[in-house]
């Protein structure tokens, strides 16, 4: 045997590499057994986090959003609260953790989302942190470390140091890969317990030196023992790295603190007093307590969260040159390899700021940017507005039990996602309104526009070096959501009905507008974006309307596809103006009467005058229908807002009962058949449609023209 200074020699009773239960768990040789099995796994972060996104049969699919073609990830649309959207933004991140766990050079930077308070960022790391958690409490991607036993005995430590533990949760196999002092040897090692070439090499692409205190406490037993690892080993035992979200291990985030307090000592640790008066040796690196630092507790392949990264002192921040590209704390000298995914958020304004630094230019340069932008899908963003509302019971307070108008999340919804959506640019203005741009981005028909137009606007915006200019980067957020429902809840009006009434909402994101956007130019853009919202919801109460007075939740449906019936049977019509057709739902013949005075009433309301323009319109109705009725014999064309629209005014604004529209009898209830028509329309909203009688006859009252009410 060898015993000269600083050759170790691993002495063992192997006999059969195939098998653990000849060594005793909590020992080396138990744990590379272990990960030699596959019961086990020795993977970096980037690694681990990879093989958590997409590392199951069907994790992934593709989707388009905006006219743009990307990737899904089904891990995060799990659970009570998933993630909503973000699909660009995840995708993005879920390549750079695929590169670093792949050897790439994003290996050797960090991440940091950037974009506007409020649109997700903080959410997303959290819920990616506590997925990580859950994902590596399982058998299997349990993490690994080791500590050392008996160093009173073996070195005459105090008795508080015969326990030490390594203080960056070294994975045991880094012991494993630095037992000799050339690689070459410790790779022979590792190859001698059955382990492949292959397999070898692909450990010792994740090769990791020794923390200081843990090579300095080997080095001091090795030179005890003269060498003999055999003994060296009887004090280091492999125990399972517990999990804590409180502590930070595994998962840690850092927030930033005031500039005055906050040290470096908060990210890398710092010498301990305590430890001072404990540690024998005054070159000892253990007198410094690196797990004081939120660095140390994720350092054994753990995800570091910090939030609003650039808020904080810039020496604070330069600190992450050295962990994001050499992966290491560094204190007094002395280095602790890390093994760690650093993720950070910013907003637009710190992140400008700070790369209008010049010689900041080496701390950004170290992060892969990802600009988020806010939910452009106003579907989607009904799952958001859920959860600014509230799952839980609201009361008034008098402690009476508040009503949520069935219309308080789509209002609430498109009054949100319209001030994130571009207009008044050159680019949008000609091609597109913003109306049209919410219809397409949430899979609707707007008009003759197409997706390929949005997706152009979309990349043209995506160029624009100010990135608060791109698609969806600026709007009411969803703290700003937040607050309009907590003045909705607070207005007397509210109390008052006990009911939160979906019309008064404009009126409480227009008082969040108000005190909060400082820009007068994006001012005045979100409150005219209010004025649209508030037209597209008077729009659907007037279909709620339609079915209540028809009372008939299929009302609508049954007139749209009548209009499309007749414009498809024009030309093939009889001489008595019938066409007969399949009805694609049940397979039975049908004949339906071509009302021309019905079709040109709809179409004077979709703004059609002339002849062509009709005939351009009735064109696309006939495509849209032929391939439709296809591929999705269910299809009802209820995603075409204008023509559901129109549908609803002709029926709304034609006699009732010979005494005017229903607009006309709703609003004069002098009479006892106005009366009757009135109290019938509010039994059928408050019993089949979810209405309480406040916003009930609050909503008929709203689509009542002022003059009306003269």
């Known amino acids: 045997m060898n015993t000269s200074k600083g050759a170790i020699c691993l002495t063992t009773t192997l006999t059969d590499t195939t ?5 005793q768990p909590g020992t080396l040789e138990h744990h ?49 609260k998933p993630v909503v959207g973000m699909y660009h933004e995840i995708n993005d991140l879920v390549n750079f953790v695929k590169d670093a766990a792949q050897g790439g050079s994003s290996r050797e930077r960090g991440f940091i989302f950037v974009g506007e308070p409020g649109n997700g960022k903080t959410f997303f790391i959290e819920t990616l942190c506590a997925l990580y958690r859950d994902f590596t409490s399982l058998d299997g991607n349990r993490r690994f470390t080791f500590r050392f036993t008996g160093l009173d005995e073996a070195l005459g ?17 880094v012991l494993a890969m630095n037992l000799h002092d050339s690689r070459s040897a410790n790779m022979e090692l590792i190859a001698s317990r059955g382990f492949t070439d292959t397999q070898v090499e692909t450990i010792f692409d994740s090769y990791r030196g020794f923390g200081a205190c843990t090579e300095y406490i080997i080095d001091r037993l090795r030179e005890r023992y003269d060498g003999d690892v055999s003994k060296v080993m009887q004090h280091i035992v492999v125990v399972t790295v517990q999990i804590s979200d409180s502590s930070g291990v595994l ?3 850092y927030a930033p603190k005031d500039k005055i307090t906050a040290t470096a000592a908060d990210l890398v640790g710092a010498e301990e007093t305590i430890r001072l008066l404990l540690v024998p040796e005054p070159d000892n690196p253990y007198k410094l307590n690196v797990r004081k630092g939120a660095l140390a507790r994720v350092a054994g392949g753990g995800v570091h969260f910090v939030d609003e990264i650039l808020k904080n002192k810039v020496d604070l921040v330069k600190i992450y040159l050295g962990v994001t590209q050499n992966r290491a704390i560094e204190i007094d000298g002395y280095k602790w390899p890390l093994d760690i995914l650093v993720l950070a958020t910013s907003n637009n304004d710190e992140y400008e700021r700070f790369r209008a630094q010049r010689s900041e230019a080496p701390i950004t340069d170290r992060f892969s940017v990802c600009f988020v932008s806010h939910n452009t899908d106003y579907r989607m963003q009904g799952q958001l507005t859920a959860y600014a509302i509230g799952g ?43 109306v049209e741009m919410l ?51 607070a207005m007397s009006k509210t109390n008052e009905g006990h009911c939160m009434w979906a019309g008064d909402i404009f009126r409480a994101l227009e008082q969040v507008v108000v005190d909060t956007v400082i820009e007068d130019a994006d001012r005045a853009k979100y409150l005219a974006d209010l004025k649209t919202a508030e037209e597209l919801y008077k729009e659907k109460v007037m279909a709620e309307l339609f079915v209540a007075y028809m009372d008939d939740p299929n009302a609508i449906k049954t007139d749209v596809m009548n209009y499309v019936n007749m414009v498809v049977g024009m030309s093939s019509a009889t001489k008595d103006k019938t066409w007969s057709y399949k009805d694609p739902q049940t397979g039975e013949l049908k004949a339906i009467k071509i009302d021309t005075t019905y079709i040109d009433a709809v179409e004077s309301r ?51 009962n010979g005494a005017g529209s229903l607009i006309g009898a709703l609003a004069n209830r002098t009479n006892e058949r106005n009366r009757q028509l009135f109290n019938r329309m509010a039994t059928v909203m408050t019993e089949q449609l979810g209405y309480c009688e406040t916003c009930a006859e609050a909503t008929m009252e709203y689509c009542i023209p002022k003059e009306k009410l003269n």
Not at 453 to 479: A, C, H, M, N, Y
Not at 615 to 635: F, L, M, W
């Open 606 to 656: 979709l703004g059609l005058s002339t002849k062509d323009q009709k005939e351009s319109y009735r064109g696309t109705i006939r495509r849209t229908h032929g391939q439709k009725v296809v591929t999705d014999p269910n299809y009802f064309f209820m995603d075409n807002l204008e023509l559901v629209k129109a549908v609803t005014e002709v029926t709304l604004q034609s006699d009732v």
């Open 32 to 80: 590379i057994q272990e990960v030699l099995s596959g019961r086990r796994r020795f993977e970096t972060a980037a690694q681990a986090v990879t093989r958590m996104i997409i590392g199951t049969p069907g994790s992934v699919e593709k989707v388009t959003v905006c006219g743009q073609t990307t990737y899904d990830y089904k891990l995060f649309r799990q659970g009570k």
């Open 19 to 23: 098998r653990t239960d000849s060594f």
């Open 439 to 489: 219809q397409l981005a949430a899979g609707e028909v707007a008009g003759d526009r197409n997706l390929q137009t949005l997706s152009e606007i979309v990349d043209v915006l995506s160029k624009e070096p100010d990135p608060t200019k791109r698609f969806g980067q600026k709007g009411i957020g969803q703290r700003g959501l937040g607050k309009a429902v907590q003045y909705l809840i």
């Open 251 to 253: 998962t840690g985030k």
């Open 157 to 173: 430590y105090p008795q508080k140091l015969a326990r030490i533990e390594s203080q960056t949760y070294e994975d045991p196999m």
């Open 392 to 434: 839980e019971v609201k009361t008034t307070v008098m402690g009476r039990r508040l009503h949520q108008d069935p219309n308080l999340n789509y209002a609430a919804s498109v009054a949100a996602v319209l001030t994130r959506l571009p207009h008044d640019i050159p680019i949008a203005k000609d091609k597109m309104t913003p």
